[in-house]
């Protein structure tokens, strides 16, 4: 029924269409569903899950929310039962309905949107924002003011996905698709694009990837010469300068006292 309504809207029309779409935004509020899930090491997109939550913003209504003096209007409410769910939300974050945050996350100040998934002890930082259908792993640190950039078209594109004990500093943009993986460590203000080139230059010679940052790296902003009919200019691009080790570890060890919550 999600792949009817998405090839022609006026199905929702249809009780049984509009009841459909709702249904897979509550799985995933409840974390039954997600957009991206990891099978045998690789990554697979269900495609019909973002046409659902494109869908949900057509036929959601509008309701009026407050929170103290504030008050808001808009189609998608924010997370409720906060406590029963076991996880930390500080006074000013947003996170919101048809987002699913595993017991044992705080998200201080942050921003989580529908269709993303946050998984345990990881911290959404002050300004920082998780965008729709992200997938974040265990023990991630989103620092103050990363943009994790939401992807939900086309059906079946790759959503930004961090995995587990990532590192994400102050200030940087990762979007279109770009996959961190596990116990990467991004320098802030670096920005992470689909064509962004990431070289690792911690060899003996130079190692160019795309859309992926493989796992342990740590990674700083930069810049590589590219040629234009005008002349010569630099362009962005991001340095692999070495791996991740325990100086580095006892660097972001602090972030988990901000996280205890006596989970296992």
């Not at 740590?218 to 810049?223: D, E, N, Y």
């Given at each position: 029924m999600i792949t009817e309504a998405a090839a022609d809207p006026r199905a929702l029309e249809s009780g049984m269409h509009r009841d459909a779409v709702e249904e897979v935004i509550a799985m995933l509020?409840?974390?039954?569903?997600?957009?991206?899930?990891?099978?045998?090491?690789?990554?697979?997109?269900?495609?019909?899950?973002?046409?659902?939550i494109k869908l949900y913003f057509r036929i959601a209504p509008f309701t009026t929310e407050r929170a103290?003096?504030?008050?808001?209007?808009?189609?998608?409410?924010?997370?409720?039962?906060?406590?029963?769910?076991?996880?930390?939300?500080?006074?000013?974050?947003?996170?919101?309905?048809?987002?699913?945050?595993?017991?044992?996350?705080?998200?201080?100040?942050?921003?989580?949107?529908?269709g993303s998934y946050v998984q345990t002890g990881s911290l959404v930082d002050a300004w920082a924002t998780v965008g729709?259908?992200?997938?974040?792993?265990?023990?991630?640190?989103?620092?103050?003011?990363?943009?994790?950039?939401?992807?939900?078209?086309?059906?079946?594109?790759?959503?930004?996905?961090?995995?587990?004990g990532a590192f994400i500093g102050s200030r940087s943009i990762i979007v279109e698709g770009v996959v961190v993986e596990?116990?990467?460590?991004?320098?802030?203000?670096?920005?992470?694009?689909?064509?962004?080139?990431?070289?690792?230059?911690?060899?003996d010679e130079p190692v160019t990837y795309k859309g992926r940052v493989p796992a342990g790296s740590?990674?700083?902003?930069?810049?590589r010469t590219r040629n234009f009919p005008v002349g010569e200019f630099q362009v962005?691009?991001?340095?692999?300068?070495?791996?991740?080790?325990?100086?580095?570890?006892?660097?972001?060890?602090f972030n988990h006292d901000l996280r205890d919550f006596s989970f296992a």
């Open positions: 509020d409840r974390g039954e569903l997600r957009t991206a899930e990891k099978f045998d090491g690789e990554w697979r997109v269900n495609g019909w899950v973002q046409q659902a103290g003096p504030m008050e808001y209007y808009d189609r998608i409410p924010v997370k409720h039962d906060i406590a029963e769910r076991g996880i930390r939300i500080v006074a000013g974050s947003i996170v919101r309905y048809g987002s699913y945050v595993e017991p044992g996350v705080v998200v201080a100040l942050g921003f989580v949107n529908l729709s259908g992200a997938q974040i792993g265990r023990d991630v640190h989103l620092a103050g003011g990363v943009g994790i950039g939401g992807v939900l078209e086309p059906p079946g594109a790759r959503p930004v996905i961090i995995e587990d596990e116990r990467a460590v991004i320098a802030a203000q670096t920005c992470l694009t689909a064509s962004t080139h990431i070289i690792d230059v911690s060899g740590v990674v700083v902003p930069g810049t962005n691009c991001a340095l692999i300068v070495g791996k991740r080790t325990e100086s580095t570890d006892d660097k972001l060890e």
